[in-house]
């Protein structure tokens, strides 16, 4: 059974920092793209970061760039999205999501998600 599931939020002051993790199962994560994803209140989900397969130069959206950076360690079966310089815009709900190699498109797979609140 696929299950992803995300853990790491919290909240913090602005400038703060924060690292989500997402730990797998019932697949082999070299084999898929995992990607992370921001709701925010009120808003559709977006892609902030993503890791392929097999992995190249991650992908971060513009509004992440420079500020987050996704990992992975194969052996703990866990991606992570390490977040710093937070901003109150980075309020929301993230998920980790599987997709079909290579690329982070079309997910098929999502976790339950944890809330990251950025507030002074």
């Known amino acids: 059974q696929v299950q992803l599931v995300e853990s790491g939020g919290g909240s913090v002051q602005p400038g703060g920092s924060l690292t989500l993790s997402c730990v797998t199962s019932?697949?082999?994560?070299?084999?898929?793209?995992i990607g992370w994803f921001h709701q925010a209140p009120g808003k559709e989900r977006e892609g902030v970061s993503c890791?392929?397969?097999?992995?190249?130069?991650?992908y971060y959206s513009d509004s992440v760039k420079g500020r987050f950076t996704i990992s992975k360690d194969n052996a703990k079966n866990t991606v992570y999205l390490e977040m710093n310089s937070l901003k109150p815009d980075d309020t929301g709900v993230y998920y980790c999501?599987?997709?079909?190699?290579?690329?982070?498109?079309?997910?098929?797979?999502w976790g339950q998600g944890t809330q990251v609140t950025v507030s002074s």
């Open positions: 999501a599987r997709s079909p190699a290579p690329f982070c498109t079309d997910p098929t797979h």
């Open positions: 019932g697949f082999t994560l070299d084999a898929y793209a």
């Open positions: 890791i392929a397969s097999p992995p190249g130069r991650p």
